[in-house]
């Protein structure tokens, strides 16, 4: 795994220590309120909400939704559907929507709605990465861990075809690697 990477973009250290920066804004955030749900959009998110989760000294519970992004008219249109959710009941309650990255927004836009549709009290949105293009930058997001230029990325939650989630930093990877046959 470690030779197929081509450059570090966030150091462990570096993840941990705006990890927990977010974590205290988010707490400070809520301060007023009980408790409150966090909500990772599956696979991606998992690793940073695990993290950010355990930094937020409150009482919380914890849901999960799975979207899918698919091609839309263009290469860079994408739109985004939810295949399934365990949310629990949301209603009346405060929820913290994370996401691993902001890319087109169109995840982001279709789930955080879905959340208040749903009778959520307050969604915000929290994302360890952005994008620099302009979709991204123009998509509401509450806490933004890191803006990274629009490259590729992989590591800590985020994949290439399923792999590379669990390298603690946030990297490039190799040209070869997307050329390679069968992985
Ligand atoms: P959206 O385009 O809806 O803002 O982002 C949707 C999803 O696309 C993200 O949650 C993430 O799973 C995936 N994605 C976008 N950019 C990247 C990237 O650079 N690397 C990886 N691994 N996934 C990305
Ligand atoms: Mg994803």
């Known amino acids: 795994m470690e030779h197929d990477i081509e450059r570090v973009l966030l150091t462990r250290d570096q993840i941990q220590q705006r990890v927990r920066e977010i974590a205290s804004q988010i707490t400070a955030d809520h301060v007023g309120h009980r408790e409150i749900t966090i909500v990772p959009i599956l696979t991606g998110a998992m690793i940073f909400a695990c993290d950010l989760m355990r930094n937020i000294p409150m009482a919380m519970k914890i849901g999960l939704v799975t979207v899918s992004s698919y091609p839309g008219a263009s290469v860079r249109s994408m739109g985004a559907k939810i295949l399934g959710q365990q949310l629990g009941d949301i209603t009346g309650r405060h929820v913290v929507l994370v996401d691993d990255i902001l890319d087109s927004g169109q995840t982001l836009r279709a789930v955080a709605p879905l959340l208040l549709e749903l009778g959520a009290d307050s969604v915000r949105t929290c994302v360890l990465l952005r994008k620099d293009r302009p979709e991204a930058m123009s998509t509401q997001a509450d806490y933004v861990g890191f803006d990274i230029p ?15 989630r669990n390298l603690p930093e946030v990297v490039t990877l190799k040209r070869e690697v997307y050329t390679r046959q069968g992985g």
């Not at 629009?150 to 590379?164: H, K």
Request: charged residues 35%.
């Open 150 to 164: 629009d490259e590729f990325v992989v590591g800590y939650g985020l994949d290439y075809d399923d792999y590379y």
